[in-house]
Each structure stands twice: as structure tokens, then as C-alpha cells.
Nanobody, 120 residues
Framework: QVQLVESGGGAVQAGGSLRLSCVVS????????VGWFRQAPGKEREFVGG??????YYGDSVKGRFTLSRDHAKNTVYVQMNNLKPEDTAVYYC???????????????WGQGTQVTVSS
């Protein structure tokens, strides 16, 4: 059984930084690829980034500002978010899938989400 638990959300002013964490547990075969998505009210769930086999990949809206990393010893995937903007306000979810993908339909297990609010 795969479980994901996000933490690290909060409120920050524009230009600030936050680091989100996702603790991942479960079979290695099901947790090879870990992705982050976000969903703002009234909007579709959007791909933020993912990390698979030590390689990170990103959505266009966060490139150059967000950095994903994975610490296998701690079973944790991080997303360091810098230069935050009001449009980054959303609930952020981590999820696992069998291979790298930017499509939410390719992800099988999801965490409960953590709220990020960026004020101008």
C-alpha cells in the first residue's frame, strides 16, 4: 500500500520561499516516479514537477523558480519554491506513478494536499 503525506504549506508574501515535503511509503515499484501537482479554486489540477531516478522535470509555470529533490534515506521528496507569486496559491499534492509523466491521469496514489497561499 502506497501512502503519501505532504507538509510544509503555509502563507507567505510574494517573493518569499517555502519548502514542501512529501513522505513516501510503499513498494519501490509503485513509487519510482513522484510528482507534484497543484490545484487552485475553480481550476484544473496542474503539473508542477516530478522526480524519477534522480532526474527532475518541471511544468512551464514553475521552471527556474521551483526545485525538486528526493532523499531516499528519508523517503521524502521536496519541492523548494522560490520567488513565489500570488498565482502560485493553490493546494499542492504529491502523487506516485510508474513512470515520468506530466499527466495527472498517469498517477495512481495521491496525498491529501497542503495549502500554499501567496499574498501580494
Amino acid at each position: 500500500q502506497v501512502q503519501l503525506v505532504e507538509s510544509g504549506g503555509g502563507a507567505v508574501q510574494a517573493g518569499g520561499s517555502l519548502r514542501l515535503s512529501c513522505v513516501v511509503s510503499g513498494p519501490t515499484s509503485s513509487t519510482v516516479n513522484v510528482g507534484w501537482f497543484r490545484q487552485a479554486p475553480g481550476k484544473e489540477r496542474e503539473f508542477v514537477g516530478g522526480v524519477v531516478h534522480g532526474t527532475a522535470y518541471y511544468g512551464d509555470s514553475v521552471k527556474g523558480r521551483f526545485t525538486l529533490s528526493r532523499d531516499h534515506a528519508k523517503n521524502t521528496v521536496y519541492v523548494q519554491m522560490n520567488n513565489l507569486k500570488p498565482e502560485d496559491t493553490a493546494v499542492y499534492y504529491c502523487a506516485t506513478g510508474p513512470y515520468a509523466s506530466r499527466e495527472k491521469s498517469r498517477y495512481v496514489f495521491w496525498g491529501q494536499g497542503t495549502q500554499v497561499t501567496v499574498s501580494s
